[in-house]
């Protein structure tokens, strides 16, 4: 009797496995892949509101094969002391992904080629004051200008920079926060990531999104969304435009000749119309005074690049902007760089990540930006 009860607990558990095991090897057939995991599982939400997301300190990950890796700052970067030590000359470096260089390994990138150029300078100059001069990497992907000023304000401006290099990527009057998607290590969020079983079955992870700790996640996650995005665009109703700017374009695609709006000026359309949208650039000038004020108390010199499409320079189509943009931000009385005016007798292919990705730069463009950058800096001893 009591062999047969067993028999029978014993079928009846083997049942329940044969039919999990078969209802895991369905959901795995059926279910969508999970996505691998990338360089934005690094990213976390900011309690700074104006800066919405940074890295995650001391994170590390690999993209498209490259490993990358943080420090303990939440910069893309070797270490450096909070306190600035004797005789250092500090430059942080601010923007998107262009100038953060997720493509290359750390030692490609601009930042990091401007660092060597200037203290292999330094070693040649016995007159020279400064015993060494560190440049760290403060560009965090999918920043617009704003955020790249946020971060000097509550991450950069404790380390007390000499100096302080922007990349203006034209793009940056934009508001791209496709990163937000990917956070998964916030207090309130921290329930959208698998534990335990759930972390490798597949049967185990649909039970998992049913719980009430997934959906109270999910459910703070679209309240962060919501309360982001009324910081995100509170230009979103007005509907003025720069009419200086947009005299400006029509006289210069006249005067070339440039076709209809088709194709790659089609593309290019995009980014002059962030700056003649007033809603778009206002948020940029907004960004701006909020510098000035970060450059005045932090006694923090501040250089703003410009940075190119890698498309035909000669003509430019988008030379206005530069223009617009040089005049703009001189008004504050900082210093302007326009790369465009120095890389236009580069190939900008050559200069270009591929042919389909115009935006950013590949190594070759890295190396130029920070020859240029060096250039600017050694002309006259900061």
């Known amino acids: 009797m009591k062999k047969k009860y067993l028999f029978r607990i014993f079928a009846a558990g083997s049942g329940v496995l044969l039919l999990a095991a078969l209802a895991e090897l369905f959901l795995r057939l059926t279910a969508p892949e ?38 303990s700052s939440g910069f893309r970067d070797y270490e450096y002391k909070l306190e600035k030590p004797e005789g250092v000359y500090r430059i942080m470096l601010f923007g998107d992904s262009v100038m953060h260089g997720g493509d290359m390994v ?26 060494k001069y560190e440049v760290i990497n403060c560009a965090a992907v999918g920043y617009d200008f704003g955020q790249a000023v946020a971060a000097l304000k509550h991450k950069g401006m404790p380390f007390k920079p000499d100096l302080a290099i922007f990349g203006y990527c034209l793009n940056d009057p934009d508001v791209v926060a496709g990163e937000l998607e990917s956070i ?15 972390r490798h079955f597949q049967l185990a992870h649909l039970f998992f999104q049913y719980s009430r700790r997934y959906q109270a ?21 007005l509907e003025e435009i720069n009419q200086g700017l947009l005299d400006a374009m029509k006289q210069h695609i006249e005067k070339h000749g440039f076709p209809a709006s088709t194709g790659k000026s089609h593309y290019m359309d995009y980014f002059a119309s962030l700056h003649i949208n007033r809603s778009r650039w206002l948020r940029v000038q907004d960004a701006l005074s909020a510098l000035e004020k970060l450059k005045t108390e932090g006694d923090c010199r501040v250089m ?6 890698c498309v035909d320079f000669k003509p430019y189509y988008l030379e206005p902007v530069h223009k617009f943009l040089d005049a703009e931000i001189s008004k504050h009385e900082f210093e302007v760089i326009d790369l465009h005016t120095v890389l236009k007798d580069d190939d900008p292919l050559k200069l270009a990540l591929s042919d389909s990705d115009r935006v950013h730069y590949s190594e070759f463009g890295h190396q130029r930006l920070a020859e240029e950058l060096f250039k600017a800096l050694t002309a006259e001893r900061p």
Do not use: C
């Not at 990531?193 to 759930?198: I, M, R, V």
């Not at 703003?304 to 499409?309: F, S, Y």
């Open 184 to 198: 998964g290590e916030h207090p309130e969020l921290s329930g959208l990531k698998p534990t335990g079983l759930a």
């Open 106 to 131: 750390l030692e490609k990138i601009a930042a990091k080629r401007l660092e060597r150029m200037l203290n292999e300078r330094n070693t040649k100059d016995a007159d020279s004051k400064i015993q």
């Open 304 to 309: 703003v690049a410009l940075l190119p499409l």
């Open 217 to 237: 996640a999910l459910r703070a996650r679209n309240r962060i969304e919501e309360s982001l995005q009324t910081v995100r665009d509170p230009y979103a109703g």
């Open 34 to 71: 999970r996505a691998e995991p990338s360089r934005n599982e690094s990213i976390i939400l900011s309690e700074h509101l104006d800066l919405r997301y940074e890295f995650r300190p001391n994170a590390k990950s690999e993209y498209k094969g490259i490993p990358w890796q943080s420090n």
